[in-house]
């Protein structure tokens, strides 16, 4: 098997090898904020050690999911099997591994196994997560590939600032995280570039990247866009869905509202004023799709940010 990077939609993996996790029913399958514990998630993000909490299950953690955390796991010594949707392979460290929202996972450790676990709910970061953009299309696919040497500096440091009650200890842990969220989209895009990434050899589809980007203010709807690239409005969702696996109209929204995090969390724009940049002439309404695409109205985005 390459062990470059391993993907688990990859049709031709195979795993006769590999002792499976059992994998409950997807009806049956616990979703966690942190593994084993039913209560709110604490924090702006969580760190701990494999040992923290894998021993205390015998170094078996069943599958689970967690519905709004993202989740990176680096394993630094010793070795097990990762599961994901159904999927187990062999894990060889230095190893990172990214864990979707919603991805159901779980693993079998080596007794001893050495790492770190980063765990983070996707709206406290303004950027990486946002749909639409490059990174989140990268992460928002499980993989597994060797671990960059720049990756466990960053954890060790992370976990240092988790574990201490320092001023300025969210903004930090946010600006680390985000280093190390890069670090892997790097990683998982370099090892096997995702369907989601815009880049493709079709040229209508890079210009319609480039016009999005250019008139995500102006309220162009994806006739605008196809009238602009000459091609049917049929046509273009076809080679949008092709490149990126979604639609021209959800490309545009992702897009649009990773825009409005953006202004959120960097201008001091009052909401109503965001909203009317954006196109939304009623507040109400940008309140509203707001909330449908990040989870969140933008009062309370802003609020976790200013935490």
């Not at 998630?41 to 709004?68: C, G, K, M, Y």
């Not at 070795?79 to 894990?91: H, S, Y």
């Not at 990756?151 to 240092?160: E, K, N, S, W």
Request: glycine share 8%.
């Amino acid at each position: 098997m390459d062990t470059r990077c391993i993907y688990w939609y990859l049709s031709n993996m195979t795993h006769a090898t590999i002792p499976a996790l059992p994998t409950p029913a997807p009806s049956t399958v616990p979703a966690y904020a942190l593994y084993g514990e039913q209560l709110s998630f604490p924090d702006v993000l969580h760190s701990e050690t494999l040992s923290d909490r894998a021993p205390l299950h015998d170094w078996v953690i069943r599958p689970h999911r967690h519905n709004r955390l993202h989740q990176i796991f680096l394993i630094l010594q010793g070795g097990g099997t990762f599961g994901i949707d159904a999927r187990t392979v062999a894990l060889a460290p230095p190893t990172v591994i990214n864990v979707p929202r919603g991805a159901v996972h779980g693993f079998r450790f080596e007794q001893g196994a050495q790492g770190f676990v980063l765990t983070m709910p996707i709206t406290e970061l303004a950027e990486p997560f946002t749909p639409g953009g490059w990174l989140a299309g990268v992460l928002e696919r499980g993989f597994a590939a060797p671990a960059a040497d720049v990756l466990a500096p960053l954890f060790t440091t992370l976990q240092d600032e988790f574990s201490a009650n320092r001023p300025a200890r969210a903004t930090l842990l946010r600006a680390l995280a985000t280093q190390i969220v890069c670090a892997v989209g790097r990683i998982g895009a370099e090892s096997a570039p995702p369907a989601a990434e815009i880049a493709s050899p079709n040229p209508h589809v890079a210009r319609f990247a480039d016009l999005v980007d250019r008139h995500v203010r102006t309220g162009w709807r994806v006739a605008d866009y196809a009238r602009a690239l000459g091609v049917s409005p049929t046509h273009l969702n076809r080679l949008c869905q092709s490149a990126t696996g979604a639609s021209a109209q959800r490309y545009i929204e992702g897009r649009l509202f990773q825009e409005a995090c953006r202004m959120i969390a960097y201008t001091m724009q009052d909401i109503a004023a965001i909203g009317y940049n954006l196109g939304f002439d009623d507040p109400s309404y940008f309140s509203r799709a707001f909330r449908r695409n990040v989870g969140m109205t933008p009062s309370e985005y802003r609020a976790k940010l200013e935490r």
